[in-house]
């Protein structure tokens, strides 16, 4: 069934088929159609969705019902990702599956808030206290806002972790012939929360290999749960053994990267002889796209890698792709941030940063252009 | 369960005492009524006998909120000044819970948008507010309830502030419960035992002695606290009592009532509208279309109707909108893509067709105008003045044919005269009704004990708002049909 969707709406079917039963968030462009498409879809499945009184306390009340059991999601734009900085740190800690959507908007502050940008990328991924990883993914369209989110959801339940998903106006807002079924039957399989068993002792942070992920335990439960903000061991209980700290660390950081590579989503589009790849995301990819249709029109060579996954970078997909090319251009919606990833991947290749912030999406020709593909 | 031994017996019944024996001593100072408080907290929940498993503990951060670690309860010790958010989502995902958060003053200075919002939703939580007027764990500094000249290590020659007055602040938000006392007062444990078993949203105020900086820095004692009440007219004793009903349940009996999950019941969502093609594009290649008008013209539900059209007619569509952040003011603009071919790129450099419905969307594209070729074809209000154009110009009295029905209708007239010169796509489609989407079942009972304020205004509010979203995708269909019709 094909339907004409916007990218925002998307989301909201995604994140209800996911399971997601919590949502709370605060009126923001271009985001706030995911708050008004949650309020309208989660009453039909029996789940809850408020407006919070502000950004900090929208991610407070979904950390609280994600630990009570609730699968759940927040969605705004850059200023509210500044306001959610510190408890993306306490999800992070915690262990909280919550998946947040980044309906980004041009420039820094208020920035121009009805119009689009890439510009919070390097911030998702840095933008909490501790620099532990975290997982971010970003769509090019209307289906992958729904494969996406789906694929989110997974990622957050799996590893207990806050998951981004890196959209943007020009995708959220963007409306587009779409079909949901095709998509769902591209989407993984709901990931049910594992629960812990009911009769044994619950330790809230338990693992033997760093990598491993704990089953959780409801509040309200069968187990008393502790969860704190505060440097903890597996039983949530305050840590200052410095091994048992580095232990901690160890945990919350390998259990994502350990899978990194199992859950690089990327196409790559290669052509035998290219000289050049192309190294493009989100909005950007459809223009990178269209770009290499010409080029290779034009009688020239170009490969393109389209990232889906931006963080953990996808080292490995990245570095076949650069196999056999001596030049990577990278476009981007802002002042050139996910090149210098590339960059630190390409070796003595020579690494162009097609970036552009001024509202305006980059066209194919101006990639074309400035990354001297033609 | 780890409920700890059995330390006394309450006046009701011998409950164990939620305090985990193994973890004592509590790490607070000699003298510091942290101590006093949480074994109040404990007679409090004592009295109501819950089993342990449904009690939550969220404390914030400060000397107060290493509380949590001594109740053999669930524990929720989270960010400092964000407890009351935690506590809130953890009531609305499972409002029978019972959910006391324990904070210091400074939580109710960084929290306060937290607190008052907490208190104006009646939310089910007890806040137990350990207010010793500075920070303390941090070494001493002023905070919200820091009365006027204390001395303390960031108001070295005494404070210029005046101090929140929490009673005074929440009243009229009419919560569950409000009281002030202090950790020496005989009432004390009576009142936290009151505040505990409030079924919304209370709040005790707790004036304690900070035995390490306040105290002997303003010379605070047992004697004076009393004496302090009284010089800054914030009197002890219960400020509040209510009857509102507890937000979470209350959000519960509104919003997922039977009727939600009968299928035909409140059409929350509007039905699915696939989009299945009933007509065949003679279309080959892709073609742009900007509309540029008025905010307040339905520009961007033109624009879903002609895209919506084009997918019916075997296209596909994308649509890029742009308005600046004004509502009803300003220029509102869409640009289309219809095409037989997977369309990658949405923007839309040179458009193939422009429609000009008003001096905003003039302005719009008034710079683009003279770039344009004579491709291009500009469907125009023909109230507007000269276009510096080489396009094709096609002026057509828009706004007129429009006020036959609504001047609102102008960019639906405009879509018409597109779709009938240009054939992009058969002009006229038909397709069966949407799926019925039944007016749900009112009036709704009134759900007992919700104050008069809410029956005044909520109640015919949300009635209306109701009957509106079931409608919406109905008067989208007529709109479409007299449109295109």
Not at chain 1, 123 to 139: A, D, E, M
Not at chain 1, 281 to 303: H, I, L, N, P
Not at chain 2, 303 to 315: D, E, N, Y
Not at chain 2, 425 to 446: E, M
Request: charge should be negative; hydrophobic fraction near 40%.
């Amino acid at each position: 069934m094909i339907e004409f969707l916007e990218g925002n709406d998307a989301v909201v079917r995604a994140a209800v088929e996911a399971g997601c039963r919590f949502f709370a968030g605060y009126p923001i462009t271009p985001a706030t159609s995911i708050l008004t498409g949650m309020m309208r879809a989660l009453p039909k499945v029996g789940g809850v969705a408020v407006q919070g009184e502000d950004e900090i306390a929208s991610i407070g009340l979904c950390i609280g019902a994600a630990m009570t059991g609730k699968v759940a999601m927040t969605a705004t734009s850059g200023p509210g990702m500044s306001l959610y900085s510190e408890n993306i740190g306490l999800a992070v800690m915690g262990e909280t599956p919550l998946v947040i959507v980044d309906v980004q908007r041009q420039g820094p502050a208020t920035g121009s808030a009805t119009k689009g940008a890439d510009g919070d990328i390097e911030f998702l991924r840095w933008g909490t206290s501790g620099g532990l990883p975290l997982f971010v993914l970003s769509p090019e369209n209307v289906r992958e806002c729904y494969t996406l989110t789906r694929e989110a959801f997974v990622l957050a339940e799996r590893y207990r972790t806050p998951v981004v998903l890196a959209s943007q106006k020009e995708v959220g807002l963007t409306r587009e012939a779409v079909d949901l079924q095709a998509a769902r039957d591209d989407s993984p399989s709901v990931f049910a929360r594992p629960l812990a068993d009911p009769e044994a002792p619950y330790l809230p942070h338990a693992f033997h290999d760093p990598a491993d992920v704990a089953p959780m335990s409801p509040i309200g439960g069968p187990h008393l749960v502790r969860y704190t903000t505060s440097m903890h061991d597996k039983r949530a209980l305050l840590a200052k053994d410095p091994a048992l700290i580095g232990e901690m660390m160890e945990h919350l950081a390998r259990k994502i990267l350990a899978h990194a590579e199992e859950h690089a989503l990327y196409d790559l589009d290669p052509q035998e002889g290219a000289d050049t790849l192309l190294v493009a995301y989100g909005v950007t990819a459809r223009a990178a796209r269209e770009a290499v249709v010409q080029v290779r029109a034009a009688g020239k060579k170009a490969a393109l890698l389209v990232l889906k996954t931006l963080f953990p970078v996808p080292e490995k997909a990245i570095g076949e792709a650069l196999a056999g090319v001596s030049r990577v251009v990278v476009p981007e919606m802002n002042l050139g941030q996910y090149v210098e990833e590339v960059r630190k991947l390409s070796g003595d290749r020579e690494v162009v940063s097609v970036a552009k912030m001024n509202t305006d999406l980059l066209s194919p020709e101006e990639i074309i252009a400035q990354g001297g593909l033609l | 369960m780890s409920q700890g031994t059995v330390e006394t017996c309450g006046p009701e019944a011998c409950v164990p005492s939620y305090i985990a024996e193994e973890t004592l001593p509590y790490p607070f100072c000699p003298g510091c009524g942290h101590t006093k408080i949480a074994s109040m907290i404990d007679e409090g929940l004592r009295a109501l006998a819950l089993p342990p498993e449904r009690v939550v503990v969220v404390t914030d951060i400060g000397c107060v909120g290493l509380t949590d670690r001594h109740f053999s309860t669930n524990a929720f010790h989270g960010l400092h000044g964000r407890s009351i958010t935690y506590a809130s989502g953890i009531k609305l995902a499972d409002p029978d819970l019972k959910v006391i958060v324990v904070m210091g003053d400074g939580g109710t200075g960084i929290g306060g948008a937290h607190l008052l919002a907490a208190a104006r939703r009646n939310i089910g939580l007890t806040v137990i507010v350990a207010n010793n007027f500075n920070y303390g764990m941090t070494g001493g500094q002023h905070s919200a309830t820091t009365p006027p000249g204390a001395i303390t290590s960031t108001t070295l020659l005494g404070n210029l502030e005046m101090p929140l007055d929490l009673m005074g602040t929440l009243k009229p938000a009419r919560p569950g419960f409000l009281a002030r006392t202090s950790v020496f007062a005989g009432d004390a444990v009576e009142l936290v035992t009151r505040a505990v078993a409030s079924d919304g949203f209370s709040l005790i105020d707790i004036w304690d002695l900070c035995v390490a900086y306040f105290a002997g820095q303003n010379t605070l004692t047992r004697d004076s606290i009393e004496q302090m009440m009284a010089d800054l007219e914030m009197p002890a004793g219960i400020h509040h009592e209510g009857t509102r009903p507890e937000y979470a349940r209350a959000w519960r009996d509104l919003y997922l009532p039977e009727e939600v999950a009968d299928e035909e019941g409140m059409c929350l969502l509007p039905p699915d509208k696939g989009l299945e093609p009933v007509a065949q594009s003679q279309l080959t290649g892709r073609t742009s279309i900007l509309i540029a008008g008025s905010a307040g013209q339905k520009i961007r539900s033109v624009a879903t109707l002609l895209g919506a059209g084009a997918i019916m007619s075997g296209l596909l569509a994308t649509q890029k909108d742009d308005y600046p952040i004004t509502v009803r003011t300003g220029h509102s603009a869409a640009e289309i893509i219809l095409s037989p071919e997977p369309i990658t790129y949405t923007g839309v450099g040179t458009p193939d067709i422009v429609l000009i419905l008003s001096e905003d969307g003039l302005a719009h594209v008034k710079k683009k105008l003279p770039e344009y070729p004579p491709a291009t074809r500009i469907y125009a209000e023909e109230g507007l003045g000269e276009l510096d154009t080489r396009a094709q110009m096609i002026r057509l009295p828009l706004l007129a044919k429009a006020k036959e029905v609504h001047r609102l209708a102008v960019g639906a007239v405009g879509l018409g005269a597109i779709l009938a010169r240009e054939g992009l796509y058969p002009p006229r489609l038909s397709w069966p009704p949407p799926a019925a989407c039944r007016r749900p079942r009112w009036p709704r009972p009134t759900p007992p004990g919700w104050s008069r304020a809410w029956s005044w205004g909520s109640g015919v509010a949300a009635r209306d708002v109701r009957w509106r979203l079931g409608r919406a995708p109905v008067l989208a269909r007529a709109t479409t049909v007299r449109v295109v019709g």
